[in-house]
């Protein structure tokens, strides 16, 4: 028997034809992923894959707004199981409890032009200039380790009232570890850089960064836990960021349970800062745009099954340093006579001057300067205190100048708190989060200056 693979906009289509549930909608997405790895100067393993997923989700109605939904998953790229995937779907969703996120679901007559055509795609030869450039690299002092990835992912959404969107998302991630020395001698710095495509990563410039950085580990000062002005650069604060942008649900908020919660309401409105610091998300930022509608294949506080389809639009989280907007999906919207609003896959933080870190770090009498955190966790929900770890380079400055390498810290922090003392904020620029990469590579960042960030201990971490 031959095996029939179907087009993902076909996999939609059937199965919205074989649906008996009052609506249903189906998700597919296909990945189309290119990887290269290094290590000691070395290229070791580079691989192509391509994958799918669908997942038909069945809605029962019982009034406009009480609704039951049942929701299964496939990796099948032939035809064979579409009916199958459908009918557990509507029997998941016959004796499933209401919904408590019910709505309307969106209806629409509109069909994006490119619907029928076949996924983007990704090759080993993305790579092509950066392996050129690498090698270089691989000539001098240090020793160089690392990973570049590439994924094209292309989402299709169909419901059975009509909508029908389609949208192509590359996303890429360079990550360059450079070491130098051994044994207890031994160094280590890390730089890492989203892309859409490639052709905007500069090996040579970031390979200098990193021999400079190596540079002011060859001395080293052992400092004590402690409060330190500290100068944070982008892509640490992409990272303490993403934890704020991903707890700001405005049903916690409401019910009491997050940092944005205050008696009898919310945080919103709520200055921040005197610095006219604008936290958002974009779909359509130039450079980092992503997905513009919903898509999702479960629900939960901040985004809804029900509101697939719908417009991601610019949210200004925080606008001037005033809190200004907390995620509701709709149903959350309507109980809470809230305004909807839904995350978007990017984020960004802008209103500082035009410092770069080296000027900020020019205009230290006396403080840390960190590179990237790591192992990050949340400790109190009600606060936002986050902990975690300093890596791969941590530099005492002293009367504007970088003068030597510390020991590693254990940090504890809130990155409200932390937009709260700011003193000085940098100029944005596109960055990529070290922990939150798997997550977000679409970050674009200031450094910010901490007069009293909390070393709460030391650390062996390298």
């Known amino acids: 028997m031959t095996t029939v693979l179907f087009a993902a906009s076909a996999i939609v289509e059937r199965a919205l034809s074989l649906a008996a549930a009052d609506e249903t909608m189906v998700i597919v997405r ?25 997942t038909v989700i069945s809605v029962f109605r019982d009034g406009p707004t009480r609704a039951r939904v049942g929701t299964v998953g496939s990796t099948g790229m032939d035809g064979e199981d579409i009916e199958s995937v459908v009918r557990a779907a509507e029997a998941a969703a016959r004796v499933a409890e209401p ?9 629409s007559g509109a069909v994006d032009d490119d619907w029928a055509e076949p996924a983007g795609g990704t090759s080993i030869g993305r790579f092509t200039d950066l392996a050129h450039d690498l090698a270089t690299g691989f000539d001098g002092a240090d020793h160089l380790y690392g990973f570049a990835h590439h994924q094209v992912r292309t989402t299709w959404l169909g419901t059975s009232t009509g909508i029908r969107r389609r949208f192509v998302e590359p996303v890429g991630s360079v990550e360059i570890n450079a070491k130098r020395g051994n044994g207890d001698d031994l160094s280590s710095a890390w730089a890492g850089m989203g892309t859409a495509d490639f052709a905007d990563i500069d090996v040579s410039a970031v390979l200098a960064t990193l021999s400079r950085r190596l540079d002011w580990a060859e001395r080293t000062v052992a400092l004590p836990a402690g409060r330190y002005d500290t100068v944070v650069p982008p892509s640490a604060v992409a990272d303490l960021m993403l934890y704020l942008a991903w707890s700001m649900d405005g049903r916690g908020a409401q019910e009491g349970h997050t940092a944005f919660a205050r008696a009898g309401g919310t945080r919103v409105g709520e200055r ?30 901040s985004i809804s099954v029900f509101d697939n389809g719908l417009p991601i639009e610019r949210v200004d989280w925080v606008r001037d340093g005033v809190i200004s907007a907390l995620t509701y999906p709709r149903a959350t919207a309507a109980e809470y006579a809230a305004p909807v609003a839904v995350p978007g896959e990017n984020l960004l933080l802008s209103g500082g001057s035009d410092a770069t870190v080296d000027a900020m770090i020019a205009r230290t009498e006396r403080g840390l300067l960190l590179t990237t955190l790591w192992y990050i966790r949340e400790v109190d929900p009600a606060t936002l205190l986050l902990t975690g770890l300093t890596r791969d380079g941590v530099y005492l400055v002293e009367d504007g100048e970088v003068v030597a390498a510390v020991n590693n810290f254990r940090f504890n922090e809130s990155p409200l708190d932390l937009l709260r003392r700011a003193t000085d904020v940098g100029s944005t620029e596109a960055t990529l989060p070290r922990e939150g990469k798997n997550w977000f590579t679409r970050t674009a960042m200031p450094p910010v200056r901490i007069p009293d960030f909390h070393m709460s201990s030391v650390s062996r971490a390298t």
């Open 30 to 54: 296909d990945h189309h992923e290119a990887s290269l790895r290094w290590a000691r100067d070395s290229m070791t393993t580079n691989g192509l894959a391509v994958s799918r997923d669908w």
């Open 272 to 301: 921040l800062t005197d610095i006219p610091l604008t936290l958002c998300s974009d779909p359509y930022a130039p450079g980092l745009e992503c997905r513009p509608f919903v898509a999702a294949t479960a629900s939960s506080e």
């Open 99 to 107: 919904a408590q996120d019910a709505m309307p679901l969106l209806e």
